[in-house]
């Protein structure tokens, strides 16, 4: 069958990583716009590299759990195209291949001035040199509110043929992530939501699986 699933920071909760929008997430704490958008940065890059500084450290010492497990299982069966909204690296370590990052990774870096790419070292500064133009341009490779999406052409490609679409732990807030479900039901796909709790956009699912991740993904795939 064919399966698209899409992730979001409530896969990794268990792992130990803070979701966004929580009462103790990432948002209560930081202003979007000051970390989260390229004005923010340009304004004070080093606020923002603090932020992803800190995000890196924690995300180094995260464990994939039996979620992202389920996930390479799922893989095993089933013609799977895996995008998630994390920037951390779970899926992956949980052995998962050809994830789709579409918010971009904490492992990389982006030249803002030439767009060079190189892997993230753990601590980046502001007046780290491109290691190609040697301008001290340097930000982390993430995609922030007002910035496009990566690989979307992919994943468009893949909600028009999927038969199933699955929404794991995301709250549905943010676009276009948040309209995948609508688009995958509009071209026929079953929609099956699994989450603790209602997302902005529950109703465009057939079906909800109300629990945390790591025992409601691997009792769905099984
Ligand atoms: C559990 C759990 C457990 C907890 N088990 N579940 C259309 C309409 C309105 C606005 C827009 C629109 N189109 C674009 C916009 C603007 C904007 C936007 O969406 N704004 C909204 C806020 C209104 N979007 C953009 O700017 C995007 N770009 C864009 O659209 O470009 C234009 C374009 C579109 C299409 C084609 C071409 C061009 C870019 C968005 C970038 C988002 N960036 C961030 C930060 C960077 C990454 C990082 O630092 O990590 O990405 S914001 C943040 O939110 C992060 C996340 O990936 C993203 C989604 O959050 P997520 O994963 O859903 O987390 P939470 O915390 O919200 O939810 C967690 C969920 O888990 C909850 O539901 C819990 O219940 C659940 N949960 N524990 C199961 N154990």
Request: charged share 20%; net charge negative.
């Amino acid at each position: 069958m064919r399966i698209t699933v899409l992730t979001g920071a409530g896969i990794s909760a268990e792992s130990g990583l803070a979701t966004f929008r929580a009462v103790d997430g990432l948002w209560e704490n930081h202003r979007i716009e000051d970390v989260a958008t390229p004005q923010g940065f340009a304004a004070d890059p080093a606020l923002v590299h603090r932020f992803y500084n800190m995000r890196r450290a924690t995300a180094a010492g995260a464990r994939p759990n039996a979620a992202h497990h389920a996930l390479v299982d799922l893989a095993r069966h089933h013609d799977l195209t895996l995008v998630t909204q994390n920037v951390d690296s779970l899926h992956e370590q949980a052995g998962s291949t050809d994830v789709i990052h579409m918010h971009g990774a904490l492992t990389g870096a982006l030249c803002a001035a030439c767009g060079h790419r190189w892997p993230a070292p753990l601590e980046m500064r502001p007046d780290d040199p491109c290691p190609a133009c040697a301008r001290p341009a340097t930000r982390p490779d993430i995609v922030w509110f007002g910035e496009t999406p990566f690989h979307l052409d992919r994943i468009w490609d893949a909600l028009d043929r999927t038969e199933l679409f699955a929404a794991i732990g995301t709250s549905g807030n943010v676009h276009p992530a948040a309209g995948f479900a609508r688009h995958a039901r509009r071209r026929g796909a079953e929609c099956l939501e699994l989450n603790l709790e209602n997302s902005a956009n529950a109703r465009d699912f057939h079906r909800r699986i109300v629990g945390p991740a790591s025992r409601t993904v691997p009792e769905w795939v099984a």
